[in-house]
């Protein structure tokens, strides 16, 4: 993850010369596991993309947050600094200005963990590609969203085929149940990996994708 995070801070200097930005952005309440969902979705569609692509297509986890209050968020922040993950490699709301990628038709947006735009970022909708979530649907966004595990299982199940996971018989149990007990657990793709494994068996989970 960290070298990952290492070519996103390359890649933000560099932005122009890239023809397309995939933004994978959590929501505006920056917790747990909107940060997490979006560093490791990000981190999956980047790692999915062959050597070629990379050289004209990014893809950035964003944190709808304002950079100087992402401190008030000690138990996102106790989580990444407990895991290795470098605060200074993130990418905030501040950070990047999408209306510029957005004008020049190069922006494309992922949303996770929500599917609802707050007011400051409505300008964002025409971007949206790609959609997945959680909550129950907000009538007023009409985004044709699809339940169940079908999506997750297989884009995981793919996954899972490069990095194979050693689960124990309790990780198990919690995957079948849908339930992810955090526990004490140093590896952070292991970590990761387990909450995407969840998500992909779990019937609670919407996802929309642009056709």
């Known amino acids: 993850m960290n070298a990952y995070l290492q070519q996103v801070s390359r890649s933000l200097a560099e ?5 397309a930005v995939n933004i994978v952005m959590g929501n505006e309440s920056c917790d747990l596991d909107s940060t997490i969902s ?6 999956l569609l980047y790692s999915e993309m062959s050597v070629d692509a990379k050289e004209t297509v990014t893809v950035i986890p964003l944190l709808k947050i304002l950079k100087k209050e992402f401190p008030l968020k000690t138990e996102v922040t106790y ?19 999408l209306k510029e990628l957005q004008m020049t038709s190069r922006l494309k947006l992922t949303l996770v963990d929500h599917h609802v735009l707050s007011p400051e970022a409505e300008f964002l909708c025409s971007s949206v590609v790609e959609v997945i979530d959680h909550h129950p649907q907000d009538p007023a966004w009409l985004w044709p969203m699809q339940k169940g595990p079908s999506f997750w299982t297989q884009r995981v199940s793919r996954r899972l085929q490069v990095e194979p ?32 494994v969840t998500l992909a068996t779990s019937h609670q989970v919407s996802y929309w994708k642009k056709t």
């Open 38 to 43: 979006a560093l490791v979705y990000a981190y």
């Open 15 to 19: 932005l122009s010369r890239f023809s």
């Open 165 to 196: 996971l050693s689960l124990t018989l309790k990780w198990q149990w919690n995957l079948r149940t849908g339930v992810l007990i955090q526990q004490e657990e140093r590896n952070y793709f292991r970590n990761c990996w387990l909450l995407a």
């Open 79 to 97: 989580y990444l600094k407990k895991n290795g993950i470098p605060m200074d490699l993130l990418v905030f709301w501040d950070s990047i200005n």
